[in-house]
């Protein structure tokens, strides 16, 4: 039983080692071969994969400055038309004071006009109740209780009339 377990592990053996060689010789390269291929493959994919995150950092980066640029344009452009805003409601004002100013001066013009014109015809009406009254007092006898009456009713008449 000895010599059989002894030829069955030398026959064993012997397959073993064909079978190593035939593994070598046909399988062992071609597997060989493919793991390398394979492990090729993966490294380039890794490249390739941080290729692209560099690129997208670099990409991020680049859309984060072009941003940053665009908020800072959109914020002269909206300063600057605050500052244009003001700039027209200052002219705008000056404009309005500048017509109120106008239209006050006018209105003082045309107030001292029609002034000038009541003192003319208060003036006039004046010489001419005076002279009524001259001319009544002229025509009635000349008598100080009488020329008094008679001054003091041109002057209630005066009074009266607006």
């Known amino acids: ?3 059989l377990d002894l030829q069955q592990i030398i026959s064993q053996a012997v397959s073993f080692l064909v079978l190593l060689w035939l593994l070598r010789r046909f399988a062992w390269r071609p597997l060989l ?3 390398d291929q394979r492990r090729a493959r993966i490294e380039e994919e890794l490249r390739q994969a941080a290729q692209r995150r ?3 950092t ?3 980066a680049d859309y984060g ?3 940053a640029k665009i908020e800072d344009e959109a914020r002269a452009k909206i300063q ?3 500052l244009e805003g003001k700039r027209i409601a200052m002219e705008i004002q000056e404009q309005a004071r500048a017509q109120g100013a106008a239209v006050l001066h006018k209105s003082k013009e045309a107030i001292e006009l029609e002034l000038a014109k009541a003192k003319v015809t208060l003036r006039d009406q004046l010489a001419a109740m005076t002279t009524e009254a001259l ?3 002229l025509r009635e006898k000349l008598d100080a209780e009488r020329d008094k009456r008679l001054v003091e009713q041109v002057l209630e008449e005066l009074e009266r009339q607006p």
């Open 1 to 3: 039983m000895l010599q």
């Open 135 to 137: 001319e009544r007092i």
């Open 58 to 60: 670099r990409l991020q």
């Open 33 to 35: 071969t493919m793991l």
């Open 65 to 67: 400055e072009r941003l």
């Open 54 to 56: 560099e690129e997208l």
């Open 80 to 82: 600057h038309a605050v």
